[in-house]
């Protein structure tokens, strides 16, 4: 089975463009994770879904990002505009077990603003 | 508030020793469940184990061990014989009963040399 599936893998950006990182989870998973991972932070949970539905976005740092999940098998986070800091790798994850169930992660975005 | 504390930020050691990475959890809840990932070069987490917070018997995959101690709020993991393979970024991850959350630590960094 194919397992958690990100795109691009790697986007160079200017300040000031969107930027559109895309996900498929795994197939049956109903609970979907961003998260952006960088030195100084860490790995940040951003928002997660479940069911195609936003259940916490508290951890998305600004409105210039967004999320969506229009269906089961598909998701996007969306920067806009983007800026320098939002430099990072970010890593779609999915699973169908709540928090006790290992979450599978993607091969993650590494985002270079400019 | 959960909290998950990897205090070695960084280990080196040369092949064939023993390593053990350490990580202290902080929470109030009774029924919880503790992770570790691998996060090798090619940047994928990969899951490695789960335990529940009732369970507290020693767990042992092939060079690879487990030692949950409530006692002290630890759940520390140990590579026999390292490789060079082993090298890493190790995360160690805690999530509460009833929450879809996991949270990370800040992750220990494990070099094996050869």
């Known amino acids: 089975d194919a397992g958690v599936i990100q795109s691009p893998r790697h986007e160079v950006t200017e300040m000031g463009q969107e930027v559109t990182l895309r996900c498929k989870p795994i197939s049956g998973h109903d609970y979907l994770f961003w998260y952006r991972q960088t030195m100084m932070r860490g790995l940040e949970l951003l928002i997660y879904f479940n069911n195609n539905v936003p259940i916490d976005d508290s951890g998305m740092p600004e409105d210039r990002f967004s999320a969506k999940m229009p269906n089961a098998s598909f998701s996007t986070l969306k920067i806009q505009p983007s800026e320098p800091r939002d430099s990072a790798v970010y890593f779609c994850?999915?699973?169908?077990?709540?928090?006790?169930?290992?979450?599978?992660f993607g091969p993650g975005t590494r985002l270079t603003v400019t | 508030a959960q909290k998950v504390t990897q205090a070695q930020t960084e280990i080196s050691v040369v092949e064939k020793e023993d390593v053990t990475l350490d990580c202290v959890y902080e929470t109030r809840d009774t029924t919880y469940y503790l992770f570790w990932y691998k996060q090798p070069p090619s940047g994928e987490l990969v899951f490695l184990i789960r335990?529940?917070?009732?369970?507290?018997q020693n767990e042992i995959s092939g060079r690879y061990s487990w030692n949950f101690q409530k006692s002290t709020s630890s759940f520390n993991f140990t590579i026999t014989a390292s490789q060079v393979v082993d090298s890493a970024v190790y995360f160690c991850a805690l999530s509460e009963a009833g929450d879809d959350k996991i949270i990370f630590g800040k992750g220990t960094r494990l070099h094996i040399l050869p």
């Open positions: 335990r529940n917070s009732f369970d507290e």
């Open positions: 994850a999915s699973t169908k077990d709540r928090g006790f169930g290992e979450q599978y």
